[in-house]
């Protein structure tokens, strides 16, 4: 089954950092844009960030409540993607989900959805 | 940021009802309008792209339409297993952004 699987969730203290990792099963993250969304418990969905394919310069944007904390990068020799996370507020308390667009589109609706990964930001 | 507004936030409805859900954006995203369904616990399912064009494997149940600032979502004859939340997103401009949700309940 093409996949995008999450992982690195945890509970971490309000300032701390956290890395999530999204991998490619039987998906090529390599050849696709990939963004970060998150939906905080009983909340609806905030997109977070986005990368671009080596071709178009792996370009990076973000969230403004994101901006400046977070780090979106990728290892194309891993198929994987990453979600650094900084300077962590009780806010970003969420199930953060790796998203691919629509096949061939980096800024598209959302096809692909990894399965989750819980964020808990507290003291 | 573009703001989209969805209407209902809920609402309840009957096997075989016919619901439409709406979504206005705060300015014009021509047709660059995604619509999922999100069950508890789950990853959110794309429906419809580009407003109106129906997702692969998708039941043809589910139909968009709309352009510029509202949009609409159709299910022509409500089933058990619609019972879920329901999102549009926008991907006109950066950032994306999503509607609050509707909340459909199958009675």
């Known amino acids: 089954e093409v996949q995008l699987v999450e992982s690195g969730g945890g509970l971490v203290r309000p300032g701390g950092s956290l890395t999530l990792s999204c991998a490619g099963s039987?998906?090529?993250?390599?050849?696709?844009?990939i963004h970060w969304v998150r939906q905080a418990p009983g909340k609806g969905l905030e997109w977070v960030a986005r990368i671009r394919v080596k071709a178009t310069d792996y370009a990076t944007v973000y969230a403004t409540s994101v901006k400046g904390r977070f780090t979106i990068s990728r290892d194309d020799s891993r198929n994987m993607a990453f979600l650094k996370m900084d300077n962590l507020k009780t806010e970003d308390t969420a199930v953060y989900f790796c998203?691919?667009?629509?096949?061939?589109?980096?800024?598209?609706?959302?096809?692909?959805w990894g399965q989750g990964t819980r964020v808990t930001v507290s003291s | 940021d573009i703001q989209l507004t969805q209407s209902p936030s809920t609402l309840s409805a009957s096997i075989g009802d016919r619901v439409t859900i709406t979504c206005r954006a705060s300015?014009?995203?021509?047709?660059?309008l995604a619509w999922y369904q999100q069950k508890p616990g789950k990853a959110p399912n794309l429906l419809i792209y580009?407003?109106?064009t129906s997702q692969s494997g998708v039941t043809s149940r589910f139909s968009g339409g709309g352009s510029g600032t509202d949009f609409s979502l159709t299910i022509s004859s409500l089933q058990p297993e619609d019972s879920a939340t329901y999102y549009c997103?926008?991907?006109?401009?950066?950032?994306?952004?999503f509607g609050q949700g509707t909340k459909v309940e199958v009675k």
């Open positions: 998203v691919s667009p629509r096949r061939g589109h980096s800024d598209d609706a959302f096809e692909t």
């Open positions: 580009q407003a109106s």
């Open positions: 039987q998906f090529s993250v390599r050849d696709s844009a």
């Open positions: 997103h926008q991907y006109s401009i950066y950032p994306f952004t």
């Open positions: 300015r014009s995203i021509n047709s660059w």
